[in-house]
């Protein structure tokens, strides 16, 4: 058995349970640094050595503070990894990997990966469709864009998770009156033209910058849509081979081996658009998709994306190699909404399909699976107009006050 390594895991949300727990099982030593906020939340303390806890939420954590924190602990311990178990710790673990000289991606690469300007330009220069769009630098650039691509135009902000802040604007008036709003912050967005379309998702591991298991999947409510109105969010992995799935695994890899992500988990999202029937590249991020896609992934190829990319790394710092489990080919979709109970009894939805029930609060969700395409979809269908019926609610969508 391999010498025990040591772990440095960063989260910001309560997720990642599954990857610490197989970390701690292939025998290595685990430590968590987390938000003093989610001090109650049930971690995996069984399978941590040390929780480390930060005050202030996602980017009010003071990295000075941080990196004073686990440059301590390396006088006692020798650290293998630093491992961002969320989009919001990117920054967090390349800052403390650049500092203390620990392997693994650095900060030019990771803004590949959380700011969604650099995710345009990198695929702009790789040759990657791309949607047309302009950072918020220069007045001149704005009026050339607003005056030679068509709208409607998007407004996001460069460093959001999911679709959280973005702005849908129909005319150069109102872009120019959204611009002049932001002040000194605007140069924390980019703008870019929205084009209507089918919004897919491609889940995938990667070792040595090979993509080694992916899975493609259609969103059937796009997160931008639920995210600005409410609704119920669905998706579903697709039909294997299908020409979409060879089109958007495609351009997947291209992303994978142009954005430079040699190893671990990814998640990263593309539209299909109605006027062109193109494919083009949406955005991308070094983690495994939330809202539960990862039991979703499970349900239809038998893969925990957690445990096996706990497994990659793992295999990395002890110069092993990684062997990926048998996948199967099924079907799965999960159809989850805000609940206006606080735990909702979803007992009446007991069909044999069913495999999973979402358990955050005030939530409902449920994954179903099946080896038939159409009995996930038809079901996702029937269950989101009961949910809708039943538990539905719709919270209104947080301000984003802290943009980085």
């Not at 793992?314 to 999960?334: C, H, N, R, S, W």
Request: negative net charge; contains cysteine.
């Amino acid at each position: 058995m391999s010498a025990s390594k040591t772990f440095v895991c960063i989260s910001n949300f309560y997720k990642g349970s599954d990857f610490m727990i197989r970390l701690k099982q292939l025998g290595n030593t685990v430590f968590l640094v987390t938000t003093d906020k989610l001090r109650d939340k049930p971690w995996p303390f069984d399978h941590l050595d040390d929780v480390f806890y930060m005050e202030g939420q996602d980017t009010d954590w003071n990295l000075e503070h941080l990196l004073l924190g686990v440059s301590n602990l390396m006088k006692s311990t020798q650290i293998d990894a630093v491992v961002a178990l969320d989009d919001y710790d990117v920054e967090k673990a390349t800052y403390l990997r650049e500092n203390l000289r620990i392997s693994g991606m650095g900060q030019t690469t990771g803004r590949y990966f959380r700011d969604k300007l650099a995710m345009r330009m990198r695929a702009k220069s790789c040759g990657i469709s791309n949607p047309q769009f302009c950072s918020l630098f220069n007045d001149h650039d704005i009026n050339t864009f607003a005056d030679t691509v068509s709208p409607p135009w998007v407004l996001k902000p460069r460093s959001e998770a999911s679709a959280h802040g973005i702005i849908k604007v129909y005319d150069k008036d109102s872009l120019w009156m959204h611009i002049n709003e932001m002040g000194n912050n605007r140069f924390k967005y980019l703008v870019e033209q929205f084009r209507p379309g089918a919004v897919y998702h491609c889940d995938s591991l990667i070792v040595d910058g090979k993509i080694v298991f992916s899975i493609t999947s259609k969103y059937l409510a796009t997160p931008m849509e639920i995210s600005q109105g409410g609704g119920i969010f669905r998706t579903a992995n697709i039909p294997y081979n299908s020409d979409d799935d060879k089109a958007i695994k495609k351009i997947n890899e291209q992303v994978i081996k142009g954005f430079g992500l040699k190893h671990g988990a990814a998640h990263s999202e593309y539209i299909k658009c109605n006027d062109d029937g193109r494919i083009y590249f949406l955005e991308t991020s070094s983690r495994v998709g939330g809202a539960h896609i990862a039991e979703m992934v499970e349900a239809a190829s038998g893969v925990n994306l957690w445990k096996e990319w706990a497994a990659i790394e793992d295999a990395l710092v002890k110069e092993q190699t990684y062997k990926l489990p048998k996948v199967k080919k099924e079907f799965a979709g999960i159809v989850l909404t805000l609940s206006k109970y606080e735990t909702p009894d979803l007992s009446s939805f007991n069909d044999v399909e069913v495999c999973f029930r979402v358990p955050l609060e005030y939530h409902a969700g449920l994954i179903v699976q099946s080896d038939k395409h159409e009995k996930v979809l038809g079901l996702l269908d029937t269950y989101a107009d009961r949910l809708v019926r039943d538990f539905a609610t719709v919270a209104a969508a947080p301000e984003v006050k802290n943009l980085h």
